[in-house]
């Protein structure tokens, strides 16, 4: 029986933590734990969290403060006791049967060590939405390519990963702004690796609404270049790109 362990980070996350907790309510199965890391939030979210745990005791609030939000996933995943790591995002809402769904991936093929899903944002504009249906195309489309051109474009706001092949990996790398996309190349390159259409999950469009149209898809072009061109985006020449792209932080997919 697969065991998930779902690891989020928090910092001031008090609008989107009721409305995540209820959709973990309403699995068809539960989690094995879910575990918060917190990074010093000022609002309510600590308080949020205290008192969902007083109705499910598999639930784990840590603090600490000043994290980084990928050093916290790291300390979740540390301290977590189930065999299937679910990273998500505060801002993530899951559909009722996603857990399951996850666990069958795994159960079906003793081989997995990866899965993530398909990203389909809300608090969303037309133009956000049609960039994300273009990112979801060219992802499943990379994803039933041959080796070694396949690829495992995933993000840390909903991946799931063996947990031993993510300690081997000695977890996310905290100086780099593509961490999960560095995840994903990294796994599709140990082991089975599966972009599931069928598994949609529900992420918040308050980055794009937040950095506007410009911002958001810097960091988008340069995740793009990372995920599909790996040995491009090595080349000397994009010294450049990079730092200017670096300017923007954060998971995007």
Known sequence: MTTISIVIPTLNEEKYLPIQLDSFSKQTIRPYELIYVDGGSTDATRVIIQEFSKGATNTIL?????????????????????????????????????????????????????????????????????????????????????????????????????????????GFDTNNVNADGAIGAKLISMGDALFDTTLPYFLSGRRYNKVGMLGFNRQFLYNAVEDFFPPISRLRGLDGFRRIIRGSHGSVT
């Open 62 to 170: 840590i603090t600490r403060p000043r994290a980084s939000e990928l050093e916290c996933r790291n300390v979740g995943a540390e301290m977590s006791k189930g065999d299937v790591l679910l990273f998500l995002s505060a801002d993530v809402l899951l559909p009722p049967n996603t857990l399951e769904k996850i666990a069958r991936d795994f159960e079906s093929n003793q081989n997995l060590i990866g899965v993530t899903g398909l990203p389909l944002p809300f608090e969303a504009t037309q133009m956000l939405r049609l960039e994300y249906s273009v990112w979801n195309g060219l992802k499943t489309l990379s994803a039933h390519l041959p080796r070694p051109l396949k690829t495992f474009i995933t993000s840390s706001s909903f991946m799931a990963v063996k947990k031993d092949r993510f300690l081997l990996l000695e």
